[in-house]
């Protein structure tokens, strides 16, 4: 079993940048950031293989969010900039025990998950 951290969220004007990263007790394979606003389901925004070689984001985050891992150090990384009120939300990191590259984007591929950190973007 591994345990995934988040840190990183808090408050940030609308056009301004937060960079979460997400610390693992032990290895991964594929990671991915989700986000839930409330009320709303929990959403796909990034993933990237366990290589760092293959990254696969959301339509709305393209050219805005980079997502990245640092394998040594078990962390993973999501680089937000031009940040909009709209990417308001809990944001989870998650990981992947049997899964290597990229393309899964429902919250159902992963098995280890963390507890969230809070962005809130406003206008």
């Known amino acids: 079993q591994v345990q995934l951290v988040e840190s990183g969220g808090g408050l940030v004007q609308a056009g301004g940048s937060l960079r979460l990263s997400c610390a693992a007790s032990?290895?991964?394979?594929?990671m991915a950031w989700f986000r839930q606003a409330p009320g709303k389901e929990r959403k796909f925004v990034a993933a990237?293989?366990?290589?760092?070689?293959?990254?696969d984001y959301e339509d709305s985050v393209k050219g805005r969010f980079t997502i990245s891992r640092d394998n040594a150090e078990n962390t993973m990384y999501l680089q937000m900039n031009s940040l909009k009120p709209e990417d308001t939300a809990v944001y989870y990191c998650?990981?992947?025990?049997?899964?290597?590259?990229?393309?899964?984007?429902?919250?159902?591929?992963?098995?280890?998950w963390g507890q969230g950190t809070q962005v809130t973007v406003s206008s």
């Open positions: 998650a990981g992947s025990p049997v899964h290597r590259g990229v393309g899964l984007t429902t919250e159902y591929d992963y098995d280890y």
């Open positions: 032990g290895r991964t394979y594929a």
């Open positions: 990237i293989s366990w290589s760092g070689g293959s990254t």
